[in-house]
């Protein structure tokens, strides 16, 4: 089946990101910031709960909390210690949605449907991997970081796991991230929800599609 092979291949890429801690492509150098606001924190500011709004970040916060409820020593746990630096790209409901959608053929008409079908579909291990391929390690990227980089390959969370930047227009800007999935659409920076948690060490990006580790 499927659904299957596709999470058994993203467990297999999340127990790959055990056996190595460090990205297989160097990240960019982190900025000079020194705040220490963790993005949990940010994510977690506007109550917790799934509403009507499609382009904000609840389903991505629940994966976050539901992977370190099972796996409390997750890799995942760095977007909580805010003085670990790093660059979180985040898919907003919507990219949840069409992500669900494309695994199970069915579009949820709900946040909470949508997150219970993404973690029942896939499992844990799966949606671990998945959050783990949406950060870079070790660097904070900024915009003004983000415009400059076009060709950068930069090395994820995910153990081996890379994508690769590509600046279309430095001025408003448009950005897409080239991920693994060679034939479905490609993520691009929501130009308008870009350095989220600015002044800290931990900073994150909205994008418009849930980046993929695997060809699906």
């Known amino acids: 089946m499927k659904i299957r092979r596709i999470a058994a291949a993203l467990v297999v890429a999340g127990l790959a990101a055990t056996l190595s801690a460090a990205p297989a492509v160097a ?17 977690l500011a506007d109550g917790n709960k799934f509403d009507r709004n ?22 995942v746990g ?11 790209f985040l898919p907003d409901d919507r990219a949840f949605q069409t992500l669900v959608k494309d695994l199970t053929g069915r579009r949820y008409h709900s946040e909470e449907k949508v997150f219970t079908k993404l973690a029942a579909t ?21 915009k003004k970081d983000a415009v400059k980089a076009d060709g950068a ?19 408003l800007p448009v950005i897409r991230l080239r991920d693994a999935d ?23 990006h909205g994008i418009t599609q849930v980046l993929r580790p695997i060809d699906l």
């Open 54 to 75: 499609w382009r904000d970040y609840d389903i991505v916060t629940e994966a976050v909390l539901a992977v370190l409820a099972a796996k409390p020593a997750s890799a």
């Open 27 to 43: 990240a960019p150098a982190p900025g000079a910031t020194s705040g220490n606001r963790s993005l949990a924190s940010v994510l």
């Open 78 to 88: 760095v977007l909580t210690d805010g003085n670990a630096a790093l660059t979180a």
């Open 182 to 204: 060679t034939n479905d659409r490609d993520p691009y920076l929501n130009p308008w929800k870009l350095n989220i948690n600015s002044g800290n060490l931990q900073i994150a």
């Open 153 to 171: 390959v930069l090395g994820t969370a995910l153990a081996g796991a890379t994508f690769k930047v590509d600046v279309i227009s430095k001025w």
């Open 122 to 142: 896939v499992g844990i291990d799966a949606v671990e991997a998945v959050l783990l391929y949406h950060v870079v390690p070790g660097a904070t990227i900024t």
